[in-house]
T-cell receptor, first 114, second 110 residues
Framework: DTEVTQTPKHLVMGMTNKKSLKCEQHMGHRAMYWYKQKAKKPPELMFVYSYEKLSINESVPSRFSPECPNSSLLNLHLHALQPEDSALYLC?????????????FGPGTRLLVL | SQQGEEDPQALSIQEGENATMNCSYKTSINNLQWYRQNSGRGLVHLILIRSNEREKHSGRLRVTLDTSKKSSSLLITASRAADTASYFCATAGANSKLTFGKGITLSVRP
């Protein structure tokens, strides 16, 4: 299974809502990533987990809270978001060799904050 | 911050022609990767070339890497309409991050 799945595919939320994005992989990868992508822009790294521990936080606002419950799952908890947080949120996984290898991306969750 | 810069930003070719995309970067790398993204969807990994390699092939794809010039090129031969997508180069350095360039929009006309 070389697939990364993400749910939901689309999400509309108000600025006072709390929601979560989910990501799952069964490739045995020990590194997982969250990226944010605005229209016609490249993906921007948000968080990196290696062996279920947060290893990189790219100064992301605290209204985004990542969680890695086990080696196959990655969540992104959302609270009190702003309209400018509307974007495509991509999850990725890769083998962890100490260096960045091929990353496998999910299809993304398209988020709209009203 | 972006490491890779692709050139051109947009490319339009006829089906059957070859497409060449270039990427330049600024700092030392462990490897350089190329990804494809169809409109509004996830990225698909195309090819990875390590810093000690100069050329790699995968199907209709050919990637070169010149570390002295800090540049790479992606050649897609015999293009198809299905190759229409955005293409990103991404550099992997010592900081455990993959940093993407701005991307190239490729349109292949049937």
């Amino acid at each position: 299974d070389t697939e990364v799945t993400q749910t939901p595919k689309h999400l509309v939320m108000g600025m006072t809502n709390k929601k979560s994005l989910k990501c799952e992989q069964h490739m045995g990868h020990r590194a997982m990533y969250w990226y944010k992508q605005k229209a016609k822009k490249p993906p921007e790294l948000m968080f990196v987990y290696s062996y279920e521990k947060l290893s990189i936080n790219e100064s992301v606002p605290s209204r985004f809270s990542p969680e890695c419950p086990n080696s196959s799952l990655l969540n992104l908890h959302l609270h009190a978001l702003q309209p400018e947080d509307s974007a495509l949120y991509l999850c990725a996984s890769s083998p962890w060799t100490g260096a960045v290898e091929t990353q496998y991306f999910g299809p993304g969750t398209r988020l709209l904050v009203l | 911050s972006q490491q890779g810069e692709e050139d051109p930003q947009a490319l339009s070719i006829q089906e059957g022609e070859n497409a060449t995309m270039n990427c330049s970067y600024k700092t030392s790398i462990n490897n350089l990767q190329w990804y494809r993204q169809n409109s509004g969807r996830g990225l698909v990994h195309l090819i990875l070339i390590r810093s000690n390699e100069r050329e790699k092939h995968s199907g209709r794809l050919r990637v070169t890497l010149d570390t002295s010039k800090k540049s790479s090129s992606l050649l897609i031969t015999a293009s198809r309409a299905a190759d229409t997508a955005s293409y990103f180069c991404a550099t992997a350095g010592a900081n455990s991050k993959l940093t993407f360039g701005k991307g190239i929009t490729l349109s292949v006309r049937p």
